[in-house]
């Protein structure tokens, strides 16, 4: 790694949060080379050789050019999809695979970089029970849960444990009328279980008797635990009737949030927790590239900052 090298930022063309660090970034004098992964081959081209001595070569945009031997840290957020709309089925399906596998070997192979986070790691914390596990393993609480596709076992599941909530696996959207929308957590009963549960796999979780929501990021060693209040179940669902006040992490709850990333090998990462009538923290899940910065103004808290010097790879 060289103090001088860029920080390569690879996402889509309207992220504000990039373009907040990016602009900080750029305030202290250091490099940068955005990039969407989703503009190769068109306007994205890489050439690359793989020695003893490691990757070696460069990578270019419209109006930049990035040594890959000198990257010194790659900010993955969220890069749109390769796409080849002029080939056929076929042939666009191998070059989607050759894409993903060659461009996104080498950006995953940079000697002496720091990745905010790595891809891989991204991939393999987005998996909800992955996670789970995880955190039982560092520590934290988390509500008793059933992944399943037999609806006899979601049924005795939520009679055994009374309240329980619906969540997706996973968060692809849907298009109603035309406008994108998001699977939604939900209040599930056992008399709405059907036969439909045996078609894929769903997520049940006892729902946990809340007070408030706490949102925590973790930047580098830097830790921003944030209370959120209000009437929601999910929070995310309107952030017009929230609020926020900075909060002091209970015992424990540090080291299990270390524990969490070195497990995964994050070294950002946004957790969410629910804290019940007696105190307890349960740990809901931890999104390794999820958004922040819109709590900085609600907070004061300097996120912003602990992320341009995390990525600029700053110390003291």
Partial sequence: MTDVGPVLVVTIKDDPTADLVIVELHDRGVPVVRLDSGDFPHALSVAATITSDGVEGSITTPSRTADLSKVRSLYYRRPSGFAFPHLDEQDARFAVTQ???GLGGIMASLPGCLYVNHPHRIGDAEFKPSGLAAAAAAGFLIPPTLVTSDPDAARAFIKRHGLAIYKPLSAPLY????????????????????????GTAHLF???????????????????????????????RTDYSKLTYSVATLPPGITEALHAYLAHFGLVFGAFDFAVDRQGRWWFLECNPSGQWYWLEPETGLPMLTAMADLLERKTG
């Fill in 205 to 235: 979780q006892q729902r946990v008797d809340k007070v408030a929501d706490f949102r925590v990021t973790v930047i580098g060693d830097r830790i921003f635990p944030v209370r959120i209040d209000c009437d929601l179940l999910d929070w």
């Fill in 99 to 101: 894409a993903r596998y």
């Fill in 175 to 198: 298009r109603v009328d035309g406008i994108s929308c998001t699977v939604e957590v939900a209040d599930v009963t056992a008399d709405e279980i059907d036969d439909a549960v045996a």
